[in-house]
Structure formats: C-alpha cells, structure tokens
C-alpha cells in the first residue's frame, strides 16, 4: 500500500501550542497526503491508518461508459447522458472516477447542442470540474453549469439543485463492499425524490473494508504510555471499518478509549459525526468548515486551546 508522503519533524505552528501530538486518521488513499499535510503545517505528527480502501474498477468504470457512450438502435444516437438534467457528486472519488471514465471515452458524451446540464459538487471537491473536465463533457461549455451548495454536505447540495420537476439526475455513488452501506447515500436518493427529481444512482466506484491489518497502528499506539492524542474521521465507512478491525483483534471502541483517556476523536463535518454516533463512537470535535479538511484541523486546534486556556 502506497503511505502519503513523509515529513520531516514537525514545525510548531505559531497559534498551537501544543507539540509533538501524534493525529491518527482513517482516510483513503486518495484523500490521505492533503490531510497528512493539514496535520503536519499545525505542528502535529500525522499517523496514517487507512481502514478503507477507495478505487475505480473494471466494472465500475464500464458502469459509467454506459452512460458516456451512444445509444444504439436509434438514427441520431446520442449518450444516455442526454437523458439527465443534473450530474451530481457527492465525494471527490466520483469526480475523479467519472473523469478517468471521460478520458478514455472516444468523443464528449453532450452535443454542442441541448438543455444545460448542471454538475454539483461539495466543497473543494467542485475544483476538479475544471476545463479539462468540462471540455471532455461536451464541446459547447456553455451547456455545462457548475453548481456548488454553500453547505458542503449531501442535504446542501439536494437544496442547491431546487425542484427537479420530474427531471433525471444522475448519482455517482460507491459501491460498498465488505461493510455495511453508511445511510447517507439512500437518504441524499431519497431527499433528491422528495424534490420532485428522478434519481439514478450509478456505482461509479468501490469503498472496501481495508482488512484487519489496518489497526495495528491504533492498537499499537494505544498500548504505548503516551497513545496518540487524536484521531480524525472523515467518513462513517472509516469508522465501521476501524471498528471490524479492532474486533479481529479481540477488542472494542471503548476499550481503545480507556487505554487513550485524552485522546480527542474529531469528525469532519456532522455528517460523520453522526455516523460514528451512531456506531457508538463518541465524538469531541466537529467541524463546521467542512468544505475542505482545514475545518477539522482548526477545529481541532481550538479544541486543545480550548482546553489549555481552562487550565490556566
């Protein structure tokens, strides 16, 4: 498994005054070395335990093709695209697969011609619907509009899109396997139906369990002296597939707890808060800037100084 790039010892940030700590984080691989740097520019060493595994397959790419290429049996073939009014992502992951899907398509899958089709993405997600992007799209970028929700969660972006009128909108979502489905994909289909939008829900990529090896680090560092002092989550899927782990290993949550009484569990965005709750992980600190991963870092950051200001 490639580890996101390694640091040097950490250089203290001026508004932390807390050295040294050691941040444990679940990420996938793709979102790993942007928060690994996040946590290193606050003075922090980032410890790296991936419980899930993110990627684009054979067949979820030609899950998408079915999508991008023409429709056969009829005179002007055009893409099943055609057929929908929105595209909408709900994790960078989706962009990044629906585009590797678009590089190796053979020609845009929109005409130059035709109702506007609006593409949503949460966050900083949205800066990977680039030109490059928009250009393998269709020809014509005035048929592309790039809509990102001011709230960065699913339920922004289905007020963002407004009343679908009956409209189609198509969902690049993953396929989860080896864990259970988190709710937040059925409840953001089922908002989108409220709506009045008919949502269809394309497994355009593949959210696995890691296996149990990827609690060895938590274990690890838990029975040391000092443990670690945090642990970031930035979905629910990282957090179940943290939790199958420890059970391989003839432990539980609280048990990781007692042994790391100070450790600070932070979540990014209430999202996976609630998620975590609801797998009976308490968490400490959310994130109300959960746009990017810098929420959670300084959120986190003032939690500690926090802490360190009721001390004094």
């Known amino acids: 498994m490639q580890h996101p790039p390694l640091f040097p010892s950490p250089v203290p940030s001026p508004e932390n005054s807390r050295r040294n700590c050691v941040i444990a984080f679940t990420t996938p691989q793709n ?19 991936p419980t899930v595994i993110v990627e684009s397959t054979e067949q979820t790419i030609s899950s998408i093709h079915h999508y991008l290429n023409p429709q056969a049996g009829i005179d002007e073939p055009n893409s099943f695209l055609e057929e929908f009014s929105a595209l909408a992502f709900t994790s960078r992951t989706g962009i990044t697969a629906f ?3 678009l590089s190796i398509n053979p020609t845009p899958p929109l005409t130059p011609n035709g109702e506007i089709l609006t593409i949503a993405a949460l966050g900083n997600d ?16 005035e048929r592309i509009r790039v809509l990102v929700p001011s709230i ?15 409209r189609k909108v198509l ?3 993953p396929l989860v396997i080896g864990l259970n489905e988190p709710p937040v994909v059925p409840k953001f289909l089922e908002d989108l139906s409220k709506r009045g939008w008919i949502p269809v829900r394309l497994d355009a990529y593949e959210t696995r369990w890691a296996g149990a090896k990827c609690a060895v680090d938590v274990v690890t560092k838990s029975e040391e002296e000092c443990g670690f002092d945090a642990i970031v989550f930035t979905s629910t899927g990282e ?5 199958k782990s420890l059970e391989e290993f003839g432990l539980d949550w609280s048990m990781v707890r ?19 709750e609801s797998l009976g992980v308490g968490i400490d600190v959310v994130s109300s800037n959960f746009g990017s991963f810098n929420g ?6 003032h939690k500690w100084k926090s802490l360190e200001n009721q001390e004094s």
């Open 258 to 276: 007692r042994r790391c009484p100070r450790m600070v569990v932070a979540a990014h965005g209430p999202v996976t808060a609630a998620g975590a």
């Open 239 to 243: 957090v179940e597939g943290l939790l």
């Open 99 to 101: 585009s590797q899907a």
């Open 152 to 166: 960065a969660t699913p339920s922004g972006l289905v007020e963002a899109l407004g009343l679908g009128q009956g």
């Open 31 to 49: 979102y790993a070395p942007r928060l690994s740097e996040l946590i290193h520019l606050k003075g922090w060493t980032p410890l790296w335990c």
């Open 296 to 301: 959670v870092v300084d959120a986190l950051a």
């Open 126 to 141: 949205a800066e990977l619907l680039d030109r490059e992007f928009i250009r393998k799209m269709c020809e014509n970028p």
């Open 171 to 173: 969902c690049p979502v």
